[in-house]
């Protein structure tokens, strides 16, 4: 059996006496999409947030890559190849949106502190950038700053920047929302590619998104993880049904 | 039918010196619920941000209520009736929930315990500030603070984003529930399922202007894959 | 050092505190509240006072000249803000930076021009003049316990204002984002005219209390004005009670800091040297109280976190 | 050529041409104010990459504008004093050569500026701006009572420095100093913001919460930049030194900061020549108004305020237009 | 040719406005048409002030400067200005660095030495009797030469010496020390707004000591700020309008009429200045440096204090008097009601060599 690349075990985290994540235990293996649903408020962004290292949590281990992680600060595990996508898009507003993909290629390329040598023209950065603003359908908008581009254009960014850093592993905060359908096709082909390099866990609230991509799913209902399975276990599972589904199942 | 509550005529409109907005005619009657449909930057928020005032009007003309908007400030409009849900979500970040829900509240039926009726979330979070609210959270508020102003034209900005689904059906539920108390609603969304089902009538903007008005009925798949990119 | 010394010092550390509050509570509102940078309160200020002491002369009664800071300031804020402030909301704060800046200029050498380069007289009437005996045998000035009883009362009225009233959570609402209250049908612009103005009247009031006990002079509002910043930022941006506390905090620091550091410094030097040394130290201590506050919590006392 | 770009080298040639003009006038005093606004310019320009690249609004780079004159100051008087700089932990000789004294301004500011901003950039925003400020104050109070370099009287070393042999006294030659310099930190600056680590601090600027995302810690890069700001601006502290030959205290104000922060925010924020732009025009206000009336500074806010009424992004930003998303 | 570098903007600006009014009278009145004067404003800033003397000196060709106010900024330009070889003719400020080893041919003080005033106030505070006196003064160069200057006359005992920080406002703390300390008698240098608000405070919290101080807190221009307060307080000057000569009185009246406010102390070292620069005018031309110095050490000019000479390191030798603060119809003014030093010079005369 391979190792899980993501590994979270019995994680807790509370705000003041509200209890976001209790005891949740959750993995990655490779080659996968894994599903985090759950209503709105159960924890899943904080979860999100706990593993990317951006808030601290208050018990239980991540494991990354075979690593424990939980001394890393957020840049330090987005280096170990961690990348995260945000729920509300998180952008620079008054850059192109090529720049904001270049950044992220350069993030990951480790020179920083490089002084002199003009970045604007530098392939080493350009090519990926431009490759992964294609990927995502946003070449004709490369120029663009991000301020004057519309919203689902923002969120197709989001993607882009993502990809860009290479990662091992993806954590996306609802992706597609905010997106036409157009561009959900784009990117559910796009995630059906991608999880064969990188394992994603997706939160997403559609669920014909989610039943139609994910290997696994496991649900967050106050912060507890109430289930996790395959998609067809996770229909039929009746606790879900009420709390999160409704119709939609 | 009388005169439709909200009447926009070949508006043009842009960012600055960049337009954005070709000429789009949308009519909203009073009751009726119009979804205002398009891919992804065609131009549905500049229309709803220029009937709102946020954006200037450089050409054609928006009539609320058979007042002609050109001249008036922001405010106004909005006092004309006007209850946005904006794109984002927007909540004001430094107040608390109640505080969102309040500060720009107009008398009416709809009141804070009808808003935490409809979203005993809110209720149950209260006194927390807006900015630590769940994304699912916050366009409860965000739904419920446009609400408060108890308006006649209610704007939905894909207002259903984020939310899970259990939510999104009680929200689906809720403007039914508002059409048939007489509120008209203009409504952005992207999950044309839903949006069919709801609405009276739908617009299409492509390229900043509206290339197709018609009842949900005929919104045939050959017009779905041309315009919708489904 | 007697017990009543020690006594006496805390009470005027206290007392400068809540001075300090009176002339900090219209930055409180403008800056803190608002989140706009006016670096024009100390002219305010200044104007305050200086319409204070002008009406008093003229017509005899601290009282008309009270009235007279407020509305002067007042007017001036309108002005300021109908003419400049309000084209500027929508840009960089730092813009607000400099026209409040040039503001300043105006004020300052408006001020001279209408009124001289002379100190003015402005001092308290009788009735507010003199001293009260305290408990444990302290005479303590009538006028200050008045400032204090001001303070007070200035801190209440604006915490219910800005934390209790819907007024006061539509200009929260404006400051984080203004164009959506305005789509919420909030005539947010009329209400930032009323607020500066407001703010304004406060820094005149300040200045013309202040100002009776200190000098009015040209230039009195710059040393204010950074007091002023310091107090909120101290306490916390948007706090009032954050407000109240910082100015407290930074008086009892300044205060006791004057008093007992060179005594302390007596102790290991000769005194000379320690009067010299320790006092060079006290009057680094407000600034050093600043960063320590904002090295342990970055945003302050009483501040939301970022 | 793009045309900020124009703008500058623009700018740059009329305050050549002004102090030229002074020369061949044979008006020295022209000449000593184009040097006086070239040093502010290259404070400007220190500051400009703290306050407009980085977001960093600093209200303490009078500290580091003032420590580089008091380096110089204590340098130069030591070496005309035959009087050691400092006995301990080593012995250190005083100098009057330039390079040497630029040298120590600039690994003085260095010195300072890092405990500053260590604990500085733990906060943000308005926090920021007062945190620097209290930083500064304390230096101030400190230099005005502390007596050894002269208190609140400063510290006078009665002739310029030397460097290459050439008369420093003769305001031309100075001012050619000084320009050079500028033309240098200019350069330096425009190859800086455009490098990756300029991409980086605009992106720590924007979008902290994206950069950190990416695996860059947004304090790493914000300190490094602010301590190169604050080694420009301790340069160009040296060099004001010189020109009077004389520092005070007065450099370590708050006025001093403001004053360099008005140069920036007038000239045009995150803009190559703004601080260039902004530093002539205001010491050209200065000078001309002084002769309408004595009550000047009224008409000097009056201009200011006009200035950032209508024109946005300051000077250079309305002859340059809106910054292109892409460069 | 004469540059004026002083205050006209500004917190300080009116110590500035009087010495510039004072030196224009004198000129006005002595009908001299030969004299042109420049006048900068330096806005308090010492860099400023240094510039200023640059363009004077470079561009407009003067032959003497004059007009600072403030001891930073002379220390800022004098040296400057006369190791370019000008005449500074210093109508107020007076460092002791200048008087001492810092000393110049070129350089003149008219006004005094900064530690006369103070050390006369020492000297007062003997004959007066007090034996426990508390001492304040702001801590920098000059508050720290005032409370020098006042020991080094003053034998009693002090009952507290404090520095306060400069530009300070309040002074609850300081006066709670005073009533504690025990002492009999308070001496204060605070100049300006500091000593406005810290006289009305004193007066308010009923202490009760008598208060002493140099001329600088009791100037004609703050006491009508000060008000009631300052009734009854000595302060030590080397002039006061009251002194009975034919130059002052021409000097008082005549400034009265031009300017429509009584002189204060600052408008008369102007006034001195510009006679003294006129008298030695008069003997040689500032062309003929050695001849020029030498004029003006003569000082041959009918100063409104009387009695005029320098020492040998160009600081008055002149009589230092104690004012009472008293209020004439409407206005506070000074009157003189002993003399405190006879023919001062200064504690610096060894340590110049010239
Ligand atoms: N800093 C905080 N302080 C207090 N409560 C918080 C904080 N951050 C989050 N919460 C609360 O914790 C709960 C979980 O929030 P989280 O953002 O993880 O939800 P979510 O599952 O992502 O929901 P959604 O689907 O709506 O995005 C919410 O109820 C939220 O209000
Ligand atoms: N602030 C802005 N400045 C300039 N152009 C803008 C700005 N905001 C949007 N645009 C442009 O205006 C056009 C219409 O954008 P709009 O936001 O109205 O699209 P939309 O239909 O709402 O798309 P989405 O479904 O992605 O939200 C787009 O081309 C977009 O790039
Ligand atoms: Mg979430
Ligand atoms: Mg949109």
Known sequence: MTDPVLEVTNLSKSFGALAACKNVSLDLMPGEIHALIGPNGAGKTTLVKTIAGEIAHDAGHIRFDGELISHLDAAGRARLGLARTFQISSLAMEMSALKNVMLAVMAVSGEVFRFFRHAGSDDALLGPARACLEEVGLQNRAHTRVAE???????????????????????????????GPEGL??????????????????????????????????????????????????RANPDVQGAYLGDAA | MSAPFLKVAGLTAGYGASQALFGVDLDVGTGEVVALMGRNGMGKTTTIKTVCKLLPITGGSIMIDGRDTKRIPVHKAARLGIGLVPEGRRCFPNLSVEENLVAAARSGEWTFDEVAKLFPRLAERRTQSASTLSGGEQQMLAIGRALMTNPKLLILDEATEGLAPVVRQEIWAAIYALKDSGLSILVVDKTIRELKAVADRCVILERGQSVWTDKPENLSDEVCARYLGV | MSAALVFEQLLNGLQFGVMLFVMAAGLTLVFGVMGLINLAHGSLYMLGAFACAAVAAATGSFMLGLAASLAAAAIAGVLVEVLIIRHLYARDHLDQVIA??????????????????????LTLPDALSGSVALPGGITYPLFRLLIIGVGLGIAGGLFLLVNRTRLGMRIRAGESDREMIAALGVDIGKLYTIVFALGAALAGLAGALVGSVQAVQIGMGEPVLILAFVVIVVGGIGSITGAFIGAVLVGLTDTLGRFLLPQAFGLIMDASSATSVGSALASMLIYVLMALVLVFKPTGLFGKPA | MKRETFITLLLMALLFGAAFHGKTGDEPFIITLATKAAIFAIAGVGLNLALGY??????????????????????????????????????????????????????????????????SLRTGGVYFIMITLAFAQMLYYFAVSWPAYGGEDGLSFYVRNEALGLNMMDPWTYFAVCFGVLAVVLALMAVLVRSRFGLALEMARQNPQRLTASGIRPFNVRLTAFVI?????????????????????????????????????????????GPVAGACLYLLLEEVLGDVTDYWQVLLGIVLLLVVLFARGGLVGLLAGRRAAHD | KVGMITTLTGGGASLGIDVRDGFMLAIKQAGNKDIEVIVEDDQRKPDVAVQLADKLIQNDKVDVLTGIIWSNLAMAVVPAAVGQGKFYLSPNAA??????????????????????????????????????????????????????????????????????????????????????????????????????????????????????????????????AVGDAALGVKNTANWSKDIDNEANKKFVEGYQAEYGRLPSIYASYGYDTANLLMSALAKAPVSDMAGFQAALEAADFSSVRGKFSFASNHHPIQDIYVREVIKEGDILTNKIVATAMTDRDNAYVSECKM
């Open chain 4, 54 to 119: 980085g977001g960093l609004v600093s209200f303490g780079h009078a500290a580091f504008f003032g420590i580089g004159g008091y380096a110089a100051g204590i340098i130069a008087s030591a070496a005309r004093n035959y009087a050691p700089v400092m006995t301990w932990p080593m012995e250190i000789a005083g100098s009057t050569s330039m390079p040497v004294i630029w040298l120590a301004a600039i690994v003085a500011a260095m010195i300072t500026a890092i405990p500053i901003g260590i604990f």
């Open chain 4, 229 to 273: 700001s604050a080694m420009i601006t301790g340069l160009a502290g040296a060099l004001y030194a010189d020109l009077n030959r004389f520092v005070s205290p007065s450099m370590l104000s708050w006025h001093t900061s403001g004053e360099i922060m008005v140069f920036v925010i007038l000239g045009g924020v995150a803009r190559l020549g």
């Open chain 1, 149 to 179: 581009l519309s919203h689902g254009e923002r969120r197709q960014l989001e993607i882009a920047i993502a990809l860009a850093m290479k990662p091992k592993a993806f954590l996306m905060d609802e992706p597609m929302a905010g997106m």
């Open chain 3, 100 to 121: 409040t800046f040039a503001l300043i200029l105006v004020f300052t050498e408006g001020t001279r021009w209408a009124f001289g380069s002379f100190p003015l007289y």
């Open chain 5, 95 to 224: 460092p002791s660095a200048l008087a001492g080893k810092g000393c110049n041919p070129h350089y003149f003080a008219v006004s005094y030495q900064n530690d006369n005033l103070h050390e006369a106030s020492g000297a007062y505070a003997n004959d007066a009797g007090f034996k426990k006196t508390f001492i304040l003064a702001p801590n920098y160069p000059a508050g720290q030469d005032s409370l020098t200057g006042f020991k080094r006359f003053y034998k009693g005992e002090l009952a507290g010496e404090v520095y306060t920080k400069l530009g300070q406002d309040d002074y609850a703390a300081e006066i709670a020390q005073i009533k504690a300390s025990g002492a009999d008698s308070v001496f204060f240098f605070l100049p300006g707004g500091m000593g406005i608000a810290f006289m009305k405070q004193y007066a308010q919290s009923e202490v009760g000591l008598p208060l002493i101080g140099p001329a600088f807190s009791f100037d004609q221009n703050i006491l009508q």
């Open chain 1, 185 to 234: 096709a784009r990117l559910s082909g796009l995630l059906r590619d991608l999880k064969e390099t990188a394992p994603v866990l997706l939160i997403e609230h559609d669920m014909d998104v989610v039943f139609s991509l994910a290997d696994r799913i496991s649900v967050l209902v106050y912060g507890e993880v109430i289930a996790t399975g395959t998609v067809e276990e996770i």
